[in-house]
């Protein structure tokens, strides 16, 4: 039996420019953090006493003989890649809903990844991880996803994500001092908008419109390098990383109409009107999770004056996807050969 956990992630500045067709041409970057929610999955040989080869439980629950019957696309591909064949059966099960803009599908995929190649007794990387993740979702899945989310929850913690290039994905710490850290935590808040959204959908629109938002996505590439001199300061000035995320999102409702819509510019003007500095609509957009970015002393009168979204409390996570529990199985086949 295997299970891995693999946290969610916020982004904090870059996303849209995270996409192979902008970052091939033009390089992207991304300032994200992971946070303590995460995606668990459990994993072991079936033992062949069913009448079905492979038992998949999610929201749904497969049964099924063939490996081509099973409907999770990111469990068929992922099998498909590495070859395995042997009789399986993976449970899944989260802190946080799907589609809600935190990374969720990704977290699944380098989850699944990371089980099945301990499973299979292989010690792989992080970057390794997050390379084939970004494959199996962009490739073989062929889904509207950019490359952010894969690499992000495979290292975990703050970084500087860089896109383009010889190297085409770089991840670089930010490594600044805890009192900083702590700020930036004390400062974000979380709640979800209780919208969900098929976010293939709404990055679709993006992709075909890239070529005509290059304004927009250079100054969001630019963005992320302001937010690290801001960080980079002697003295960490709260309201300057506000003001950018509140640029940065004004930017990115420009991208498509279907980002947001009345119901979260609502939200988000609640927000500012009780306090807020700045904040952001994270993933694709057209809901799910909103970050806000306000003084812990008005935080309390922001939470009352959204008291009808859930507040989801976090902590930052420095250890990107985890096998946190290992013992080892032989494969039924191998056992009776």
Not at 47 to 60: A, M, N, T
Not at 154 to 172: D, P, R, S, W
Not at 320 to 333: H, K, L, M, R, T
Request: proline share 4%; hydrophobic share 40%; glycine share 8%.
């Amino acid at each position: 039996m295997i299970i891995t956990r693999t946290p969610f992630r916020i982004s904090f500045f870059g996303g849209g420019t995270d996409y192979p067709v902008w970052y091939e041409k033009n390089g992207g970057a991304v300032l994200s953090t992971t946070i303590n929610k995460y995606c668990y999955i459990s994993c072991r040989y079936l033992p062949p006493f069913f009448p079905y080869k492979f038992r998949i439980r999610y929201s749904f629950r497969e049964e099924t003989q063939a490996l081509d019957e099973i409907k999770h696309p990111s469990v068929r591909e992922s099998l498909k890649f590495l070859n395995i064949e042997e009789g399986i059966e993976m449970v899944h099960t989260s802190d946080l809903p799907a589609q809600s803009g935190m990374g969720s599908s990704s977290s699944f995929t380098v989850g699944f990844l990371n089980s099945l190649y301990a499973l299979i007794g292989k010690i792989v990387g992080k970057r390794q991880l997050a390379i084939e993740a970004i494959h199996i979702e962009q490739n073989l899945i062929k889904e509207n996803i950019g490359s952010q989310d894969q690499v992000a929850v495979a290292f975990g913690g703050l970084n500087k994500i860089t896109f383009g290039g010889e190297q085409q994905i770089y991840v670089q710490p930010v490594t600044i001092a805890s009192a900083k850290m702590n700020l930036l935590q004390e400062y974000s808040m979380l709640f979800f908008t209780g919208f969900s959204r098929n976010a293939s959908e709404i990055a679709g629109e993006q992709i075909r419109l890239t070529n005509t938002k290059k304004k927009e996505l250079t100054a969001m590439v630019e963005m992320v390098e302001k937010a690290v001199e801001v960080l980079n300061s002697r003295t960490f000035e709260t309201e300057k990383f506000a003001r950018l995320l509140h640029e940065s999102w004004m930017i990115k409702k420009e991208f498509s109409s279907l980002i947001s819509t009345p119901e979260i510019d609502g939200i988000y003007d609640t927000a500012r009107s009780a306090g807020a500095s700045g904040g952001k609509l994270l993933g694709a957009g057209g809901g799910g999770f909103m970050l806000l970015f306000a003084h812990p002393e008005i935080q309390p009168k922001i939470k009352e004056k959204l008291k009808k979204l859930l507040y989801v409390p976090f902590k930052f996570e420095n250890l990107g996807s985890q096998v946190i529990f290992y013992s080892p199985q032989e494969s039924w086949s191998n056992i009776n050969k």
